[in-house]
């Protein structure tokens, strides 16, 4: 077994080139969650440099609301790996993990998580509820936002567009363009 995911501020074990690559792949994700019209969240769990599970979205076509792209990626890892693996796996997520999924990761032990937006309304790592650090008989993980955050957003503006087209009542045209600005506390 290789070493013990040991978390700390700096990441010195994971470079930014790395956090770069593997959150492309969870855009990707993303994309493909987007072209069949789920919400576009995208995700992969890394160990050791390599993806052992990736999931995208999946509540639509399911019409289960916790088939989020955690809970997918997660089953694809345990059809190879036990579950005590987790402890040295990291999540990269396009979309900070919502209260539901925040706390399975929790029960799960994994190792940190990098998000790339916030989720305003139902982040459980530190935008609604902090599920990650808050005292619990399970370790705390570290998370690190912001990855590529701008194009998580695009993915998710996409598709309110696309969702808003298809409604039976579309919002005015004015809500449909394509917002390509960025706040700057985005
Ligand atoms: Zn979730």
Partial sequence: MTSECDPNPE??????????????????????????????????????????????????????????????????????????????????????????CASLLRQYNICRVFFGCANERFGGTGSVLSLHSDPSIDPPYPVYGGIFKNDAIMLLRRFYIQENENAPNPRSKRNRELNTEFASDL
Avoid: W
Wanted: net charge negative; with cysteine.
């Fill in 11 to 100: 990441n010195e074990d994971v470079t930014r080139q790395d956090q770069e690559r593997f959150m492309k792949e969870a855009l990707l994700m993303g994309e493909k969650a987007l072209a069949v019209g789920e919400t576009p969240v995208g995700c992969v769990l890394v160990l050791n440099g390599k993806i052992i599970g990736s999931g995208m979205n999946d509540t639509n076509r399911s019409m289960n609301g916790t088939r989020h792209a955690e809970f997918l990626a997660i089953e694809e890892a345990l059809q190879t790996y036990p579950r005590s693996i987790f402890r040295e796996v990291d999540l990269y997520v396009t979309v900070e993990p919502c209260v539901m």
